[in-house]
């Protein structure tokens, strides 16, 4: 180890990449400091969970590989069997790189994929963590999954390819996104730029 001293500037940006702020010191206070602002900045808090949310990814996420964020950052505000939509008409393929073993295996909660571990040895590990991630929450019993979440892809990607994979298709030329718009009053969330900003709820909601 080099014993000399170690300095840290922790940035915060907003949406619009603006500066939020900017904390210097010792790396561990610097970056708490930072931390700190960022869980203002980068998390909004809903009181009530939604039947139905809508994310609308943006064009930087030209895959389902970094899109499957919009489903990370928004899966704690979807009410039990309640409804996420991925809305991408940009994409067209879940990922150039992994897209032979992500339609081998197909999006499936955690659960399931540790009952079948023997037939996945040969999926890299990092793909299996994606599967579950996009997929989210669940529970696999007697042979039977039940995901939380009926996840929905409205994207490009073809819809015999979406049900290969475990997931729903919408058509995303038949979706008008002001229809979800302004609606979380009925049970309906709207969110642009899904996948940057975490939504969460103030206390966890009780599953019936």
Known sequence: MVGVPVHCLAMVVDRGAGLCGLYSGNPREAWSRAAELSSQVHIVTKKKPFKLVLGAA???YDEIWTA?????????????????????????????????????????IREYLLAHMDRLKGVPRGVLAHLTHVRGTGTYADGVERADVNLVFATSIPEEVCRRVNVGYMDPSRIHLADYMNQEDQGILFVDHAGEILHRLERPATKE
């Open 58 to 60: 943006p064009a930087m």
């Open 68 to 108: 499957g964020k919009v489903m990370y950052k928004l899966e704690q505000v979807v009410a039990d069997q309640g409804t996420l939509i991925i809305y991408a008409p940009h994409i067209r393929e879940v990922s150039r790189t992994w897209g032979r073993h992500i339609e081998a295996v197909g999006y499936h």
